[in-house]
């Protein structure tokens, strides 16, 4: 069973797409009508469904038959297909680009899906991943709250070094890297969607849509980090608190490359 397959439930609730990071997709990716793009880790497909009605021709993967029955339910005209990002079982120089969301933390082998996402690619096409490094996340208040839940979604996400090196070593060049900080008016709630808004932690459909607290946490630790936060957005120590994790290294990253 994939992950997905048992986390997943009401994830279509609280995960839609962001017309921020939707619009910023579409600009990086610079999708052309006629040509064939994919989303690899579609989950239930709002942001490939969102950038179809646009008027662009694009395929969902994703290795979850759930999240795939969500998205065929949804939108039964597009064409959804049930793979990994190491083994897309489609045909070499097909695909005229790619993207990837919130997705690469949860691949067996970066190198080999990096390696079988070039194959797929037709010639000087792009890949855009939308991902948060470890030290972004390191700046997340969360880890005042939930260090162990943190520290757990951290060690599971890849470093920048290991995803550039997986990138070379498969063929891809970086074009650019554009940070991204979280809006008040964020529509996808993932994790550090509370950033400035930590009531939205309190609401279990908005945690049981995000991987860290609905399959890395420990209940025990859940529960006394919330009563600590409610207690201190009461008392306003919350504040301070959220001061110290301020930075500018971005919360999230647009990662775009080409083959």
Not at 14 to 26: F, G, H, N
Not at 164 to 190: C, M, S
Request: charged share 25%.
């Amino acid at each position: 069973m994939e992950k997905y397959d048992h986390i997943g439930i009401g994830y279509n609730q609280t995960r839609q797409a962001d017309p921020y990071l939707l619009s910023r997709i579409v600009h990086h990716l610079a999708p052309e009508v006629g040509k064939t793009y994919l989303e690899i880790g579609c989950g239930t497909g709002n942001y490939t469904a969102a950038i179809a009605s646009q008027g662009y021709q694009i395929i969902g993967i994703d290795p979850s038959e759930h999240m795939l029955a969500i998205a065929s339910e949804l939108h039964p005209n597009m064409h959804w297909l049930q793979g990994r990002a190491e083994r897309t079982n489609m045909k070499e120089d097909t695909i005229d680009g790619i993207f990837a969301f919130l997705t690469i933390h949860h691949w067996n082998d970066l190198y080999e899906s990096f390696k079988e996402l070039y194959s797929v690619l037709k010639p000087n096409s792009k890949f855009v991943i939308f991902t948060s490094s470890p030290d972004q996340m390191k700046g997340y208040w969360l880890n005042h709250y939930f260090p162990k839940m943190l520290n757990d979604s951290i060690q599971q996400m890849p470093s920048m070094d290991l995803i550039k090196d997986a990138l070379d070593n498969a063929g891809f060049k970086i074009d650019t890297i554009e940070k991204y900080f979280v809006q008040p008016d964020l529509r996808d709630k993932f994790l550090y969607c509370g950033k400035d808004n930590p009531q939205l932690y309190f609401l279990p459909e908005i945690r049981s849509g995000i991987s860290s607290f609905s399959d890395l946490s420990n209940q025990l630790e859940v529960i006394n980090g919330l009563t600590q936060l409610k207690e201190d957005i009461e008392s306003k120590k919350f504040l301070d608190v959220q001061s110290d994790y301020n930075n500018d290294k971005g919360d999230y990253q647009f990662i775009i490359c080409r083959n």
